[in-house]
């Protein structure tokens, strides 16, 4: 595997929800393709329902495509891969029952971390997100905003080459997501990392992305790829340049007729089946 | 998805054909005494010629009568105290958890006072189901137009509603739905206590002729008459869900979340006293005029007063039979409590884990938790004998089926996401059974096992009261029958405050498990 392999590939992926000629069936996504290099950071935008959250969840093994491939350091998705990829989730998904510290050793323990490594791993992930001080805080004490960085800091804690972050500040307001994406990028500069980012908010894509790949609205594909020709960290500077508000209007251009489109569709967000709800048959692999 | 569905009907038919056959089989092979459990082949005769005969009329009507009167009783003195306490947020804070607490009692301990006061006619048991039914309703009253949405409340406001127009066309349909639901438990826990009261001790009603009917070992009559029972109650439930349904579409609102109670509340007044000290001065007040009153008016024969009580449970304390009876209830408590949790975690695990089962098996859990288990007490006591077992049996045919419900629910109602969190991490299954779905489950097993504590009580003291040589359900009924008013008194109390304690217990320690839920 060299550094020209991409650090995830998909091709010719779709996504489709109920069996074939049902007339609920509904084609989540439709032959995406997309590859990411290295330390690369890629965000996700669209309408609601394009597929989105689906393709997030495909790279990540979450899922398994109807028709398609997705790969990972050159190597085909057949389930999760804790080793290489970490989630971030937009519904709060710590556990409400630890403690942060605690909720972090646990996604370590999951991953198979050994016990002596994992709290020395989980301050300084806590350290890394400006958590320190809430390490022995319940969830539930904590605002929004912290909740979603020690969302982050869990990811971070796993130390895999890849992050996929589903929409991850969309829960907060817009003034406390400006701040955070602006760690985020920091956090992107010193750490090397793959992103995949799902948003839906122009500012927050142009200003984290070194692409930003726009869908069409349901059945969603990739539209147009933008670049974003910008050195991370980024900060305020770019936040309010003429650069960023030009990429700004064109991706509004883009964009427009295809929320138009969703607008008059029926309001449906197939997600994940709800075979995720936990039993013992699927033991949660659906 | 349609074919699993099928599955699991063939699976109920096939458990219910399965229990109709072995009953048969064991009958007519006569391994068991047919005196204990007569074929099924003759119960139905005996149903069929009860329903033709009409023969169940007259204990049909008098416990649908009896069920009637007690039930508009607790629906209009529930809802008009219910209405006036939600008028003001600290007498909220006074009486919800007062009344609380009384419903954490089980009520059918005071049945032997009620059959002192009332005699053995319906007076008594129309008391008992009035008592009973009353809390639940005052409190889902008082719960429904307090948390009524503010939101609402606002924006009625905000047009300009007067205030009659404010409690018909807002408050009164935004609580509708959760009076309605306080109402249908009142229903069904007034027609369970009724049963319940005529098992116990009674001239007339169904739960009397089944008594009877055990005492006789006409076993076959007794089966038909429970059957008739459990059809009763599965047409109430049915016609209950019915109104409750249409109540609901016609209220159309359901009761917002962000309920805050505050801009509710109709009086705004500023009282210095903490109400903690209020609600015991309310208890406290109470306890003079129950003084005052045995002083002045009662009849020593039938009531005592607090000061005299006291004497006798201190008195009473010393008594080797009491204490030794008080011991007895309190073991058989506890092995039918731990036997409830065991049976209890197991089942709801098996049901809730497996979509097969819990498409399967749930609904016969949730018919037999339906049934009125009173009526089939006089068959335990015939299967188990009279000794500690019936009693331990009886109160876990109580306890089990909380706790089942609970641990279902809890382990079905995990927020999808922390599974595929766990599994992005690279959970295990067993990591994911016992480190996201037990943790997340507890809190909910702890209610239930809080709802377990009452339920078990009840059965054991229900199974003391109807037939028993030791224990406190006996003693109480002994006190009632050779007129000891203060020590049948001193008893209660007793009893009162153990179930308070334990409910307390299971309360403190269900908030330290949730402190983390925010």
């Given at each position: 595997m060299t550094d020209a392999t991409p650090a995830i590939k998909v091709e010719g992926v779709t996504q489709a929800y109920g069996e074939p000629g049902d007339a609920l069936r509904v084609i989540a996504l439709e032959s995406a393709s997309l590859e990411v290099a290295r330390g690369e950071l890629v965000c996700l935008i669209g309408p609601?329902?394009?597929g989105k959250s689906t393709l997030l969840n495909l790279m990540g093994g979450l899922a398994m495509p109807t028709s398609g491939q997705v790969w990972i350091d050159g190597e085909m998705v057949t389930g999760p891969l804790p080793q290489k990829v970490a989630f971030v989730f937009q519904e709060n998904a710590l556990f409400t029952w630890r403690t942060v510290l605690d909720n972090l050793k646990l996604g370590m323990a999951f991953q198979g971390v050994p016990q002596a490594e994992r709290e020395s791993r989980a301050r300084e992930s806590l350290k890394a997100v400006g958590l320190s001080d809430f390490a022995n805080h319940h969830p539930g004490q904590l605002s929004g905003g912290m909740k979603q960085r020690a969302q982050l800091a869990r990811a971070l804690g796993l130390r895999t080459e890849i992050l996929l972050m589903d929409e991850p500040f969309a829960a907060l307001d817009e003034q406390t997501r400006m701040v955070l994406g602006e760690d985020l990028s920091v956090l992107l500069a010193r750490t090397g990392k793959t992103i995949v980012f799902v948003t839906h908010s122009l500012v927050e894509a142009i200003f984290l992305a070194d692409r930003v790949a726009v869908f069409s609205a349901r059945p969603g594909h990739i539209k147009k790829i933008i670049s974003v020709k910008e050195q991370h960290p980024r900060n305020r500077r770019f936040m309010t340049s003429e650069k960023l508000s030009l990429l700004r209007n064109e991706l509004y251009e883009l964009l427009h007729d295809e929320i138009r489109k969703t607008l008059d569709q029926p309001e449906k967000e197939p997600g994940l089946p709800s075979s995720q709800a936990f039993t013992v048959e699927d033991g949660g692999k659906s | 998805m349609s074919g699993s569905r099928l599955a699991q009907r063939l699976v109920q038919l096939g458990f219910l054909a399965l229990v109709a056959v072995g009953w048969q089989i064991t009958a007519i092979r006569g391994s068991v005494s047919p005196l204990l459990l007569p074929p099924p082949a003759a119960v139905y005769r005996e149903f069929m010629s009860l329903l033709t005969t009409g023969m169940f009329w007259p204990d049909l009507k008098i416990t649908l009568f009896e069920l009637a009167v007690a039930f508009s009783i607790a629906a209009v003195a529930g809802s008009s105290i219910g209405y006036l306490v939600s008028g003001s947020r600290y007498a909220i804070r006074v009486f919800d958890p007062l009344f609380a607490g009384i419903f954490a009692i089980p009520a059918i301990l005071l049945y032997p006072l009620y059959v002192l006061f009332f005699g053995l006619g319906p007076g008594s048991k129309i008391a008992i189901g009035a008592t009973i039914a009353f809390f639940p309703i005052v409190l889902n009253t008082i719960s429904g137009l307090s948390r009524v949405d503010s939101a609402y409340v606002t924006a009625a406001r905000s047009m300009g509603a007067s205030s009659p127009q404010m409690f018909w066309s807002v408050m009164l349909p935004a609580a509708f739905p959760i009076v309605l639901t306080g109402l249908r438990m009142g229903l069904i826990l007034a027609f369970l206590s009724i049963l319940g009261a005529e098992t116990i001790?009674?001239?007339?009603?169904l739960g009397h002729q089944i008594a009877g009917l055990a005492e006789n070992m006409d076993t076959a009559s007794m089966f038909a008459y429970i059957l008739f029972v459990l059809v009763i109650a599965l047409l109430l439930n049915l016609a209950v869900s019915f109104a409750e349904a249409r109540g609901r579409r016609e209220g159309g609102l359901s009761a917002g979340n962000s309920a805050t109670g505050e801009s509710a509340a109709r009086t705004k007044t500023k009282i210095k006293v903490p109400p903690t000290v209020a609600r015991i001065g309310v208890v406290g007040a109470a306890l003079v005029a129950w003084e005052a009153g045995a002083r002045l008016f009662g009849d020593p024969l039938f009531i005592s007063p607090p000061s005299r009580v006291f004497a006798a449970m201190i008195h009473l304390a010393g008594e080797k039979d009491v204490v030794a009876a008080v011991t007895i209830t309190c073991w058989e408590l506890i092995v039918a409590f731990v036997l409830s949790l065991v049976i209890g975690l197991a089942v709801g695990l098996i049901v809730g884990l497996h979509r097969f089962t819990r498409g399967s098996i749930y609904p016969i859990i949730l018919l037999l938790y339906a049934m009125p288990l009173a009526t089939v007490l006089p068959l335990f006591v015939i299967v188990f004998g009279i000794g500690a077992a019936s009693k331990i049996a009886f109160g876990v045919s109580h306890g089990v089926f909380p706790i089942i419900m609970a641990v279902a629910a809890g382990v079905q109602n995990i927020k999808p996401i922390l599974v595929t969190s766990a599994r992005s991490m690279g959970a295990s299954r067993r990591q994911i059974l016992f480190s996201v779905v037990f943790p997340n489950m507890l809190p909910s097993l702890f209610t239930g096992m809080r709802l377990g504590m009452s339920a078990v009580l009840l059965g054991v003291l229900l199974a003391e009261l109807y037939v028993s040589q030791s224990g406190v359900g006996y003693l109480t009924s002994m006190f009632t029958q050779t007129f000891q008013p203060q020590n049948l008194f001193a008893l209660v109390a007793v009893l009162a405050a153990i179930a308070v304690a334990l409910n307390e217990l299971c309360r403190a320690s269900e908030r330290r498990l949730s402190r983390w839920q925010a």
């Open positions: 609601s329902g394009c | 001790a009674s001239f007339s009603g």
